[in-house]
């Protein structure tokens, strides 16, 4: 019954570095979600999952963003050449079934992740 | 056109009383209206969802009020509490798997 968990908690890198944000989503949701959260504001969309297969990649704000779902379960969000902008607290999310909005997602508490 | 605006950014209100949030939208597309609560440190939870096939939805003290025409819904928190307080998300949502979220508004309820 554990829900969806996200590691690491804190992530403090440099300028230019390489990070990676694990997402482990609830057992059985077929998707899963990454939002990014600035400081502030309300999360803003990612990219989704559905299976392996990312379904809707067109929130990713550039080709330093990439995330990958190889076994239809825990999902990895990878950022290349860290910029101090990408600091942000990333959430994951997932859902029983994908495709439609209201099919509740449910949140992680999210990857702090602040770029020096 | 993709943007939800949310108001107020911040809210203090004392326990007992009613906590408003209102939130606009232009996308007609949209037919899927969340409300979300975090608490610091955690990640945003489902509170209350309508659909726009109805003009209210009320659960416990949760109440959200829809106007279709308007293109405007909003949260009403009836009998606020302290353990209340937190920061408050609206979203839209429609055909997609995306939603799109407010700019939050934090509720404090004051004992």
């Known amino acids: 019954g554990a829900g969806v968990s996200q590691t690491p908690s804190n992530k403090v890198t440099e300028k230019g570095k390489y990070v990676e944000l694990r997402c482990d989503p609830i057992?059985?949701?077929?998707?899963l979600y990454w939002y990014r959260q600035s400081l502030g504001q309300g999360p803003e969309f990612l990219i989704y999952?559905?299976?392996?297969?990312?379904?809707?990649d067109s929130g990713l704000p550039n080709d330093r963003f990439f995330a990958v779902r190889p076994e239809g379960s825990v999902s990895t969000l990878k950022i290349q050449r860290t910029e101090r902008g990408d600091s942000a607290v990333y959430l994951c999310a997932s859902s029983l079934r994908g495709g439609l909005s209201y099919n509740e997602q449910f949140f992680g508490p999210g990857t702090r992740l602040t770029v020096l | 056109q993709q943007q939800v605006k949310q108001s107020p950014q911040s809210l203090i209100v004392q326990k007992g009383g009613i906590s408003i949030i209102n939130c606009a939208y232009e996308n007609t597309a949209f037919d899927y209206f969340p409300w979300y609560q975090q608490f610091p440190g955690k990640g945003p939870a489902l509170l209350i969802a309508?659909?726009?096939?109805?003009s209210e939805k009320k659960e416990g003290r949760f109440t959200i009020s829809f106007n279709k025409s308007a293109k405007q819904f909003s949260l009403h928190i009836m009998d606020s509490q302290p353990g209340d307080s937190a920061t408050y998300f609206c979203?839209?949502?429609?055909?997609?798997?995306?939603?799109?979220f407010g700019t939050g508004t934090r509720l404090q309820v004051f004992p």
């Open positions: 979203a839209a949502g429609g055909n997609t798997d995306k939603l799109i």
């Open positions: 999952f559905q299976g392996t297969g990312a379904a809707d």
């Open positions: 057992s059985g949701h077929t998707a």
């Open positions: 309508i659909r726009p096939d109805v």
